[in-house]
């Protein structure tokens, strides 16, 4: 399959989904990117914890994430 074969409105509703308003067809790619930034760099943060089983980044991660629970604003 095709890279871009998924429903090109399923990156919109993801947008509208966040609380922002429904860009315009041409810099949708782009805000849909900039969303996805964040994950993407937490989720190979994790996978590098994983690899490495290194008790320092676990203990970087639970910091960032007790951050987010007790200051979510």
Same mark, same amino acid.
């Given at each position: &399959?095709?890279?871009? $074969?998924? =429903?090109?409105?399923?990156?919109?509703?993801? @947008?509208? !989904? !966040?609380? *922002?308003?429904?860009? #315009?067809?041409? $810099?949708?790619? @782009?805000?849909? $990117? #900039?969303? &996805?930034?964040?994950?993407?760099?937490?989720?190979?943060?994790?996978?590098? #914890?994983? @690899?490495?089983? $290194?008790?320092? @980044?676990?203990?970087? *991660?639970?910091?960032? /994430?007790?951050? =987010?629970? /007790?200051?979510? #604003?």
């Amino acid at each position: &399959m095709a890279g871009g $074969s998924e =429903n090109p409105d399923s990156k919109g509703n993801f @947008i509208l !989904q !966040q609380g *922002l308003e429904r860009p #315009a067809q041409e $810099s949708c790619p @782009i805000r849909f $990117s #900039a969303l &996805m930034f964040q994950p993407r760099l937490l989720g190979s943060f994790i996978l590098l #914890a994983v @690899i490495l089983q $290194s008790p320092a @980044i676990f203990l970087v *991660l639970s910091g960032i /994430l007790w951050w =987010n629970v /007790l200051i979510p #604003a």
